[in-house]
């Protein structure tokens, strides 16, 4: 058999044919659309795979940005790219499909950028069976790669045609560029546009189910600095030496592990550095140090994130934070930063829930089983939560995957086609309805 058939064999295999005597026509059009352009759909991402789009490769993001374009404006989509050197990053696309009047405003979310930068190793596709390995295969490229083809199977079907539809993909979603307001302005205004978000990051999957998405913590990222008295090592722990930056910075990291505890509150520690010189490069994820083992270390530095479901949660622990902060050592003192506000928290919602439920009827349909709500603690991060206050919200309408942000990245190539399956009919429903 060609590797071509074994796709299809194996994507029909995912959604039972008796099922689609529960969808309308061009819901079975869209169907057969998704299976009929999987080879196109494939290829497509690995052109995207193959072009570096780190967050800091701005013309890499930029050039990603170009090949999107391409899938969208045959589709009827306005695309524009909107430049942000304020913020240090390559900026986003935003693509627009003006449909009927009085129907519902559908906001599609996914991103370019990946972890992977110009200097990574990781950087070609690689098909190995039904996995596809890559940078961005599945974190974000594969979920952007669902959005085209369910898009294409509605423009197929003709339920596309009076579809309102904005597309924002960042270009800088795993690193974000600051000031964060500048640089998530754009999302946060179509979020107040838009009735419902869909969000194209990975499908989840717990104990082999596919779960539904319906909130997601939010992360504040924090920088320690603590300073103390540089002298020689045999007068540690005195009154005139005290007990020097690097004792103090571990008796704060303790006091969070021991002091912080919430259901859904986390709090990471993923850079620590400290000697008698502790420096952060420009970018903040590397560390120069000095020091002597016979020398008490006057400067320390730690850097981490903190992650939880409500923006309430955040303010305590930031308090108890600042609180451990500023009971220092004798000889020691330290300060916390909590930058710029980072990504908020979507908490779940009747809303997000009922969107759920929509989307399970669409599984149902398809004879596929009902998705249940994955646990908060499962889910990182992401861009959705900035248009959380405004908007009902579904998270991972991607493809599923293993060993994201990591060189084993691989995308499981037939939920591709299952993920865009269920976005078109779920898009197509939404989009038909009235406001």
Same mark, same amino acid.
């Given at each position: 058999?060609? #590797? ?6 194996? &994507?029909?295999l995912m959604i039972p044919a008796a099922a689609s ?7 079975? !059009? ?19 795979? *193959? ?28 695309? !524009? ?7 240090? !990053? ?14 519902? !405003? ?13 200097? #990574? ?16 295969? &599945? ?13 294409? &199977? ?85 009154? #005139? ?26 709090? *990471? ?16 994820v590397r560390a120069e140090v000095t020091g002597k ?12 994130? /903190? ?11 930031? &308090? ?22 980072g990504y908020p928290p979507m908490p779940p919602t ?46 991972? /309408? ?27 009919? /779920? ?9």
């Amino acid at each position: 058999m060609t #590797s071509r058939f074994l796709i299809a064999f194996s &994507a029909l295999l995912m959604i039972p044919a008796a099922a689609s005597a529960a969808l309308s026509p061009p819901e079975r !059009r869209m169907l057969a659309t998704v299976d009929a352009e999987q080879a196109r759909t494939l290829a497509m991402l690995e052109r995207w795979v *193959n072009q570096n789009s780190g967050s800091h490769n701005l013309a890499g993001v930029e050039a990603v940005g170009r090949m999107v374009r391409a899938e969208l404006e045959p589709l009827g989509f306005t695309v !524009r790219w909107v430049p942000l050197p304020q913020t240090g !990053r390559a900026g986003h696309l935003i693509a627009t499909h003006k449909g009927a009047a009085g129907r519902k !405003r559908l906001l599609l979310i996914g991103h370019l950028d990946t972890v992977f930068e110009l200097d #990574s190793p990781f950087q070609r596709w690689e098909r190995k069976g039904d996995k596809g390995h890559g940078p961005g295969a &599945a974190d974000d490229k594969g979920g952007v790669a669902v959005m085209i083809a369910a898009l294409r &199977a509605m423009h197929a079907a003709g339920t596309l045609r009076g579809a309102n539809v904005e597309v924002v993909l960042t270009g800088d979603e795993e690193d974000s560029g600051t000031p964060l307001e500048l640089a998530r302005a754009d999302l946060v205004a179509a979020g107040k546009r838009a009735d419902a978000a869909l969000d194209f990051e990975g499908l989840a999957q717990d104990n082999g189910l596919d779960m539904g998405s319906i909130a997601r913590r939010g992360v504040l990222d924090w920088t320690l600095k603590v300073s103390g008295r540089s002298a020689h090592s045999s007068g540690v722990f005195s009154a #005139s030496a005290g007990f020097g930056a690097n004792y103090e910075l571990a008796r704060i990291m303790d006091s969070f592990r021991r002091e912080l505890t919430e259901v859904n509150l986390t709090y *990471n520690v993923g850079l620590v550095a400290g000697g008698t010189t502790a420096k952060l490069d420009k970018d903040e994820v590397r560390a120069e140090v000095t020091g002597k083992t016979n020398i008490i270390a006057a400067q320390a530095i730690a850097r981490g994130d /903190l992650r939880a479901i409500e923006p309430e949660q955040l303010d305590r622990a930031m &308090a108890k934070m600042r609180a451990i902060v500023a009971a220092s050592l004798p000889g020691a003192k330290a300060e916390i930063d909590f930058g710029d506000g980072g990504y908020p928290p979507m908490p779940p919602t009747p809303g997000n829930q009922a969107l759920l439920d929509r989307l399970n009827l669409v599984n149902r349909d398809l004879g596929l089983a009902a998705m249940a709500p994955l646990d908060p603690l499962k889910r990182g991060a992401g861009d959705i939560s900035f248009v959380a206050r405004d908007v009902d919200g579904l998270i991972g /309408l991607g493809p599923s995957s293993s060993g994201d942000h990591t060189p084993e990245e691989a995308v499981d190539i037939p939920s591709i086609f299952k993920q865009a399956k269920r976005a078109a009919i /779920l898009m197509g429903r939404l989009a038909a309805e009235r406001r």
